[in-house]
Nanobody, 126 residues
Framework: QVQLVESGGGLVQAGGSLRLSCAASERTFSSYNMGWFRQAPGKERDFVAYITYSGTSTYYADSVKGRFTISRDNAKNTVYLQMNSLKPDDTAVYYC???????????????????WGQGTQVTVSS
């Protein structure tokens, strides 16, 4: 059973920055491809960013490209999401998730992730 725990959310003014962390319980974390998603009130949970197990490849939603950076430290079993130039539209609960290793179509699909954290709230004020 993989446990994922997010932290680092909070309240920030527009234009500010936050860094989210997602700590994994498993020592096999270095073999997991990981993603970040977010869910605003009344909306679906949307893809934000993705990183391969080695950290050599990363992908982003168009809405955050150039502002957010996903990274990982496999020695610490942790994946990060650095968020800069935050906008009120970035307000959401942010979730990290582990992507499964079979029947893969797109890293943007929620149903390809089999373990999720509990989420951390990010609120950006205007």
């Amino acid at each position: 059973q993989v446990q994922l725990v997010e932290s680092g959310g909070g309240l920030v003014q527009a234009g500010g920055s936050l860094r989210l962390s997602c700590a994994a319980s498993e020592r096999t974390f270095s073999s997991y491809n990981m993603g970040w998603f977010r869910q605003a009130p009344g909306k679906e949970r949307d893809f934000v960013a993705y990183i391969t197990y080695s950290g050599t490849s990363t992908y982003y939603a168009d809405s955050v490209k150039g502002r957010f950076t996903i990274s990982r430290d496999n020695a610490k079993n942790t994946v990060y999401l650095q968020m800069n130039s935050l906008k009120p539209d970035d307000t959401a609960v942010y979730y990290c998730a582990k992507r499964r290793s079979y029947r893969l179509v797109s890293y943007q699909r929620r149903d390809e992730y089999d373990y999720w954290g509990q989420g951390t709230q990010v609120t950006v004020s205007s």
